[in-house]
């Protein structure tokens, strides 16, 4: 009876807010258009416009073609992602490849091809338990091999959060650094893409962010995925690389051949100017390279930043940036990192001026397309 109540009452409450929102002409009617079009088209001004469906436009604008690292390919995100853990294979006989489905090419075609390459010693798939994979990527690198581990989407993540955070990034601390995991890298797929739902959706990195002794990367061109892959994998210290799931296909430009690594730790200046700062990582890097500008009245934009590691001590840059420049506006992508940057960004700007946080909405993403694409334009 309980339940029944509490259903009841939930649903009297979604039409009295629906009265309210039609009274007070929010949204349109709904009408034979469809629920969907009733909750998600505002009204318009004359009420009898049609309606259209309204979702995010996504456009992915290469960088320049470098020439600094010798002959390129067109590769889209999964391709240079493929590329640099075919280098890094080559390179290191010890570096091995597992997770789920792996062996197979992966549910995203990251390690198509590489079994056959390299063997199935060498690329293999695990049972469905990311706690077990990344335990076991663990014990491979205190032995002094590379685990390059998969977790199959970040959203899956959690079950493996004590062994990041209670295990990886603690052992070498907890030993006197007689002993380390530092050869560990974990990838995921990340982010929203627009039909993942719930469990397809989510960005965890400020989950991970938070603790020292792990480095977080969120790269944000097909360029910098590989570059960044390859530092992570070479870096002495337990890596979390997130891969922006809809820049897999979507993002496409021309990229090395051969393997080279882009420093972490570091803030990229895309775009300098005198007046506003916009400060972003990942897909929001591209979204809002092409097509923010600043408001009129506000002046040129200036420092737009792609940070390639995600830690609350790297702020150096930053210092530097607000001596320089009054206003920052940071982006992110989903509410969970608010308390990321909150309060780093406040101390900086406590004396030299303000800033404000750009954030999704507080909520899970929907099944339905539109309205994940809502959220992400939001």
């Known amino acids: 009876m309980a339940a029944v109540a509490a259903a009841a009452a939930v649903a009297v ?16 009617p709904l009408s034979g258009g469809g629920l969907l079009r009733g909750f ?13 469906r309204q979702v995010a436009h996504f456009t992915f604008q290469p960088d320049p073609e470098t020439v600094e690292y010798g002959q390129t390919q067109k590769m889209n995100l999964f391709q240079a992602v493929t590329s640099a853990l075919d280098n890094s294979l080559a ?21 198509v091809g590489l079994r056959d390459k390299y063997g199935k010693d060498r690329v293999f798939n695990t049972p469905l338990c990311e706690q077990g994979i990344v335990g076991f990527g663990i014990g491979i690198a205190v032995t002094g091999a590379t685990a390059i ?7 899956y993540i959690f079950p493996a959060f004590d062994q990041i955070v209670n295990e990886a990034a603690k052992y070498r601390y907890r030993s006197g650094d007689l002993f380390n995991c530092g050869s560990l890298t974990i990838r995921s ?26 480095k977080v990367v969120v790269p944000r061109s097909p ?42 730790s570091q803030a990229e200046v895309i775009q300098e100017g005198s007046d506003v700062t916009l400060v972003a990582w990942g897909t929001q890097v591209s979204s809002g390279h092409t097509s923010w500008s600043c408001p009129s009245g506000v002046g040129k934009l200036s420092f737009f930043f792609f940070i390639t590691h995600a830690s609350p001590h790297n702020l150096s840059p930053f210092e530097i940036m607000f001596i320089k420049v009054c206003e920052s506006v940071s982006v992110l992508k989903r509410s969970s990192l608010c308390p990321f940057f909150r309060f ?18 507080s909520i899970h993403v929907a099944a339905n397309a539109v309205i994940s694409f809502l959220l992400m334009a939001e």
């Open 40 to 52: 998600l088209q505002p009204a318009s001004a004359d009420g009898d416009a049609a309606q259209k």
């Open 13 to 28: 409450g979604r039409l009295l807010r629906l009265r309210v929102a039609r009274v007070e002409g929010h949204w349109h």
């Open 344 to 361: 780093h960004m406040s101390v900086i700007a406590f004396d030299v001026g303000s800033h404000c946080l750009i954030i999704s909405m």
């Open 189 to 214: 797929p990340w982010g929203c893409v627009g039909h993942g739902a719930l469990y397809h959706s989510q960005s965890p990195e400020a989950f991970f962010a938070h603790c020292p002794g792990i």
């Open 91 to 111: 390179k290191d006989p010890t570096a091995v490849i597992f997770g789920e489905d792996v062996a197979f090419g992966g549910v995203f075609r990251c390690t």
């Open 149 to 155: 581990a998969e977790i199959q989407f970040a959203d």
């Open 223 to 264: 360029f910098q995925a590989k570059g960044l892959l390859l530092s992570c994998i070479e870096d002495k210290n337990p890596c979390i690389f997130f891969e922006p799931k809809i820049l897999y296909r979507a993002a496409v430009e021309q990229v090395p051949i051969e393997p080279y690594t882009i420093p972490l």
